[in-house]
Protein backbone atom coordinates (compact mmCIF):
# COMPACT_ATOMS: atom_id res chain seq x y z
CA UNK A 1 0.00 0.00 0.00
CA UNK A 2 1.21 3.34 -0.74
CA UNK A 3 -0.30 6.51 0.76
CA UNK A 4 0.18 9.91 -0.26
CA UNK A 5 -0.94 12.51 2.03
CA UNK A 6 -2.14 16.28 1.33
CA UNK A 7 -3.96 19.49 2.35
CA UNK A 8 -2.01 20.73 4.92
CA UNK A 9 -1.23 24.31 4.74
CA UNK A 10 -1.35 27.69 7.00
CA UNK A 11 -4.47 28.64 9.09
CA UNK A 12 -4.88 30.96 11.12
CA UNK A 13 -6.11 29.83 14.95
CA UNK A 14 -9.95 28.99 15.04
CA UNK A 15 -9.44 28.07 11.13
CA UNK A 16 -10.33 24.38 9.82
CA UNK A 17 -8.46 22.51 7.32
CA UNK A 18 -9.11 18.94 6.27
CA UNK A 19 -6.24 16.55 5.39
CA UNK A 20 -6.48 13.61 2.88
CA UNK A 21 -4.84 10.38 2.67
CA UNK A 22 -5.09 8.30 -1.12
CA UNK A 23 -3.87 4.55 -1.22
CA UNK A 24 -3.05 2.63 -3.90
CA UNK A 25 -4.13 -0.51 -4.53
CA UNK A 26 -6.95 -3.01 -3.65
CA UNK A 27 -6.68 -3.82 -0.19
CA UNK A 28 -7.44 -0.61 1.04
CA UNK A 29 -10.59 -1.32 2.97
CA UNK A 30 -8.63 -4.48 4.51
CA UNK A 31 -6.73 -2.11 6.64
CA UNK A 32 -7.43 0.56 9.36
CA UNK A 33 -5.84 3.70 8.96
CA UNK A 34 -4.31 6.29 11.27
CA UNK A 35 -2.81 10.38 11.55
CA UNK A 36 0.09 10.92 13.02
CA UNK A 37 1.58 14.38 13.62
CA UNK A 38 5.13 15.28 14.54
CA UNK A 39 5.81 18.73 15.65
CA UNK A 40 9.89 19.94 15.67
CA UNK A 41 11.73 18.84 18.94
CA UNK A 42 8.78 16.16 19.53
CA UNK A 43 7.93 12.68 19.23
CA UNK A 44 5.56 11.29 16.77
CA UNK A 45 2.16 10.92 18.47
CA UNK A 46 -1.10 9.39 17.68
CA UNK A 47 -3.82 11.95 16.55
CA UNK A 48 -7.23 9.63 15.28
CA UNK A 49 -7.69 6.36 13.88
CA UNK A 50 -10.44 4.78 11.80
CA UNK A 51 -11.06 1.05 11.41
CA UNK A 52 -11.37 -0.83 8.30
CA UNK A 53 -15.15 -0.45 7.95
CA UNK A 54 -15.31 2.87 8.98
CA UNK A 55 -17.41 1.71 12.10
CA UNK A 56 -15.25 2.95 15.00
CA UNK A 57 -12.83 5.39 15.44
CA UNK A 58 -10.57 6.59 18.69
CA UNK A 59 -8.85 9.99 18.66
CA UNK A 60 -6.36 11.52 21.26
CA UNK A 61 -7.74 13.31 23.88
CA UNK A 62 -6.18 16.68 22.51
CA UNK A 63 -8.36 16.74 19.72
CA UNK A 64 -11.44 14.93 20.41
CA UNK A 65 -14.34 16.98 19.78
CA UNK A 66 -12.10 19.03 17.20
CA UNK A 67 -10.85 16.84 14.80
CA UNK A 68 -12.86 13.84 12.95
CA UNK A 69 -11.68 11.43 10.59
CA UNK A 70 -13.64 9.54 8.11
CA UNK A 71 -12.94 7.36 5.00
CA UNK A 72 -14.28 6.39 1.58
CA UNK A 73 -13.00 3.08 0.45
CA UNK A 74 -14.88 3.31 -2.70
CA UNK A 75 -12.19 5.81 -2.78
CA UNK A 76 -9.22 4.60 -1.39
CA UNK A 77 -9.51 7.48 1.00
CA UNK A 78 -8.90 8.74 4.87
CA UNK A 79 -9.67 12.30 5.76
CA UNK A 80 -8.84 14.26 8.60
CA UNK A 81 -11.34 17.35 9.37
CA UNK A 82 -10.07 19.59 11.70
CA UNK A 83 -11.47 22.36 13.17
CA UNK A 84 -11.14 25.09 15.89
CA UNK A 85 -7.49 24.64 15.32
CA UNK A 86 -4.89 25.82 18.02
CA UNK A 87 -1.23 27.00 17.64
CA UNK A 88 0.13 23.52 19.35
CA UNK A 89 -1.67 21.75 16.39
CA UNK A 90 1.08 22.58 14.14
CA UNK A 91 3.09 19.95 13.15
CA UNK A 92 3.64 17.45 9.80
CA UNK A 93 0.98 15.37 9.59
CA UNK A 94 1.34 11.81 8.40
CA UNK A 95 -1.12 8.94 7.52
CA UNK A 96 -0.66 4.88 8.14
CA UNK A 97 -1.95 1.90 7.42
CA UNK A 98 -2.15 -1.24 9.56
CA UNK A 99 -3.86 -4.16 9.02
CA UNK A 100 -4.61 -4.68 12.92
CA UNK A 101 -7.03 -2.39 15.28
CA UNK A 102 -6.42 -1.56 18.91
CA UNK A 103 -3.97 0.51 21.38
CA UNK A 104 -0.85 0.21 20.13
CA UNK A 105 -0.94 -1.56 16.85
CA UNK A 106 1.47 -1.16 14.90
CA UNK A 107 1.30 0.76 12.02
CA UNK A 108 2.59 -1.28 8.29
CA UNK A 109 2.58 1.65 5.98
CA UNK A 110 3.08 5.24 6.03
CA UNK A 111 2.68 8.02 3.84
CA UNK A 112 5.40 11.22 3.75
CA UNK A 113 3.68 14.18 5.89
CA UNK A 114 2.39 17.09 4.69
CA UNK A 115 2.65 19.87 7.06
CA UNK A 116 -0.01 22.22 9.06
CA UNK A 117 1.34 25.46 10.51
CA UNK A 118 -1.55 27.50 12.46
CA UNK A 119 -0.65 30.89 13.73
CA UNK A 120 -1.55 32.92 16.70
Known amino acids: VQLQASGGGLVQAGGSLRLSCAASGRTFSTYAMGWFRQAPGKEREFVAA????????DYADSVKGRFTISRDNAKNTVYLQMNNLKPEDTAVYYCAASLGWGINVEYDYWGQGTQVTVSS
Open 50 to 57: ISWSGHST
